[in-house]
């Protein structure tokens, strides 16, 4: 009996042991000030910039650029658009446009059915003639037009739209 009791006594001695330095916090400080902060916004006049199609105005054609997949049978409406859109960010920076005009898409897979082939054509251009929108030239006009929305969310709240 007393056998048994020094071996459990040893055991727990152990176990409090491993436990103990298993379990041990080297070091941790936190400091926090201003928990509440003073309400801030952001006000942003919006911009305007003009479209410059490039390359005589002639529609252009990009790829085939190869992604990845993992099989035919796993792919989804969102990663063929995510492909697409790298697809896009590809034929971008080689035209060195800011934009493709009118996009259109061809995707297609390999026979293995592990590949995606994107080709896509459109019109390159660049923004230029940057400038803030004003009154004067009726750009909240058109705004308000493209964009009907009275209210505005953003993280802070609600922000009246332009014109109201």
């Known amino acids: 009996m007393q056998k048994i009791v ?4 040893s055991f727990v001695v152990f176990a409090l042991t491993f436990v103990g330095s298993a379990m041990g916090q080297t070091q941790f400080e936190q400091s926090q000030a201003r928990i509440i902060e003073p309400k801030q916004d952001v006000f942003i006049k919006p911009l305007v910039a003009e479209i410059v199609i490039m390359n005589n105005q002639v529609r252009q054609d990009y790829g085939p650029y190869e992604f990845e997949i ?3 049978e796993t792919l989804t ?6 492909i697409k859109t790298r697809a896009l960010y590809r034929a971008m920076k080689e035209a ?3 934009i493709i005009v009118a996009a ?6 390999d026979e293995k059915g592990k590949r ?8 390159p251009g660049k923004y ?5 929108a004003s009154k004067q030239d009726n750009d ?3 705004i308000t037009t493209v964009y009907p929305y009275t209210d505005r969310i953003n993280t802070t709240g609600k922000t009246k739209a332009l014109g109201n």
């Open 70 to 72: 993992q099989s035919v």
């Open 6 to 9: 020094k071996s459990a006594l």
């Open 104 to 109: 259109t898409f061809n995707a297609r897979s």
């Open 128 to 132: 230029v003639n940057f400038r803030t």
């Open 116 to 123: 995606v082939m994107i080709e896509l054509s459109g019109f």
């Open 140 to 142: 909240y006009e058109w």
């Open 96 to 98: 060195n446009a800011d």
């Open 77 to 82: 409406f969102e990663l063929l658009e995510n």
